[in-house]
């Protein structure tokens, strides 16, 4: 874990380097939380600042902001780098790599809810590969139209990469749960 606020400064600035890719806030939590050692509150606290000393920096497009390091962030980044251990920064540079791949292609996760004859709701998901086929494509059926609207509205407000790792995951037997 990172305790202290300065090296967890450091620390997004070097992850944000290493991306040279406008992200949305949620991509990049989800990528500083990938390499396990920064807390939630932590974080957005350090964001924050980081946006309000100018060295992050934004845009939005169709009301989303997209974030991005500064020229300043960048050179603060590069100067600091060495103080930080070298094991986390391999760690953040894969976590990066990784939560690019996906962004890059433009994936995405649509949620639909359809009535079957026996009175239960199926809730079909499919995640595009930014039009080039289906990454992953799977329906559950629930008792439910609450459940079933429940389950696609949760999915829905996450990013589509971390839906799509964490199913992975489990399908492939990299995590494994146990009823």
Known sequence: MIWDKTDLKVFVLCLLDEMQHPMTYNAIVDTVMDCGCVEGFDFAECFSELRDLG????DELDGVSYYMISASGSMVARELRGSLDKELLKTAGIAAARHLQLAKMGVMLHATVKENPDGRFTVSFRIDNGGHGALLDLSATVATREE???????????PAEKVYRAIRAVISGEIDYFM
């Open 55 to 58: 060295h992050v920096i934004w």
């Open 148 to 158: 079933a609207d429940a389950i696609r509205n949760h999915c829905e407000n996450m």
